[in-house]
């Protein structure tokens, strides 16, 4: 509400927080599990695009526990795809993909 141009007292006093409280907040480095889901994030995407888009949450899972040995939950790998707007294809859209031959071959 403060950023969006509102004084901090309005907005403070509005949420029920104080103005101390509110400026400590703002201040505070990000927490160890953001950073940590921030990591993860960029991890996902990229075992994402290099299935082409067909990986769901159960294979970037699995990849991250035996390829890069990073011990997450299933949860988290399917929360943070969801935050990040990522989706697998399902079974059947999976195997019609194909990658196009180009029209000049070496």
């Given at each position: 509400?403060a ?24 201040s ?8 940590r889901h ?17 990986y ?43 990658p196009?031959p ?5």
């Amino acid at each position: 509400m403060a950023h969006e141009g509102l004084p901090v007292r309005v907005a403070t006093s509005a949420l029920g927080v104080t103005e101390s409280g509110y400026f400590t907040w703002r201040s505070r480095p990000p927490s160890a599990r953001s950073v940590r889901h921030s990591r993860l994030t960029e991890v996902i995407s990229a075992i994402h695009a290099a299935s082409h888009g067909t990986y769901g949450y159960r294979r970037i899972h699995e990849e991250l526990t035996s390829r890069y040995g990073i011990a997450v939950s299933h949860g988290t790998v399917q929360l943070l795809m969801r935050r990040a707007g990522i989706q697998g294809l399902p079974a059947g859209k999976r195997h019609s993909i194909r990658p196009t031959p180009s029209r000049f071959p070496a």
